[in-house]
T-cell receptor, first 110, second 114 residues
Framework: DAKTTQPTSMDCAEGRAANLPCNHS???????VYWYRQIHSQGPQYIIH???NNETNEMASLIITEDRKSSTLILPHATLRDTAVYYC???????????FGAGTRLTVKP | GAVVSQHPSWVICKSGTSVKIECRSL??????MFWYRQFPKQSLMLMAT?????????EQGVEKDKFLINHASLTLSTLTVTSAHPEDSSFYIC??????????FGEGSRLTVL
């Protein structure tokens, strides 16, 4: 699986959009970009994934650059409950295991 | 969405005893489940891949005789920490793959070995 690079930590004001970047410059054509988050002392929670098109669901939007070397997870209106560690993972969909990097610790502040 | 449940959510045991953690997929069948370990302020580390009806595949550095994995049915995998010691205290998390490739995770089981 391709390696990803994320900022160690970020802050966001409550009610504002949180934009979490991820660099995956060595991504290959059949690898998807997945985002998970982990709230303290809980198991990771699936957020969204995509291959090359931008994706949106009830939780977030995923913007993938045209060259697919980076992506941004957008939480449109961050709340205090969105404070968590966010993991960007690149993986071939048919490979079922998932390897986690250090992630970005997002702190939403009132 | 798919649900994966772990039990117990936390356990305290004495050094030298064995502890079993269960992982169940509640609304789907999982031929493959995964076990992770997470130490404080660190990321999740994959320990092993649990395959229904066959032996588990362990990651490098994970002792298969210490962390026994059994995947006897399509909805249940168990992790037994044998002869637990304080250094085995950790947050253990299981996951299972859904139909479309995303992984669903259990709530985690916190083990404290005294």
């Amino acid at each position: 699986d391709a390696k990803t690079t994320q900022p160690t930590s970020m802050d966001c004001a409550e009610g504002r959009a949180a934009n979490l970047p991820c660099n995956h410059s060595t991504i290959s054509g059949n690898e998807y970009v997945y985002w998970y988050r982990q709230i303290h002392s809980q198991g990771p929670q699936y957020i969204i994934h995509g291959l090359k098109n931008n994706e949106t669901n009830e939780m977030a939007s995923l913007i993938i650059t045209e060259d697919r070397k980076s992506s941004t997870l957008i939480l449109p209106h961050a709340t205090l409950r969105d404070t968590a560690v966010y993991y960007c993972i690149v993986r071939v969909a048919t490979i079922r295991d998932m390897r986690f990097g250090a992630g970005t610790r997002l702190t939403v502040k009132p | 969405g798919a649900v994966v449940s772990q039990h117990p959510s936390w356990v305290i045991c004495k050094s030298g005893t064995s502890v079993k953690i269960e992982c169940r997929s509640l609304d789907f069948q999982a031929t493959t489940m995964f076990w992770y370990r997470q130490f404080p302020k660190q990321s999740l580390m994959l320990m092993a891949t649990s395959n229904e009806g066959s032996k588990a595949t362990y990651e490098q550095g994970v002792e298969k005789d210490k962390f026994l994995i059994n995947h006897a049915s399509l909805t249940l995998s168990t992790l037994t920490v044998t002869s637990a010691h304080p250094e085995d205290s950790s947050f253990y998390i299981c996951s299972a793959s859904g139909q479309t490739g995303e992984l669903f995770f259990g709530e985690g089981s916190r083990l404290t070995v005294l």
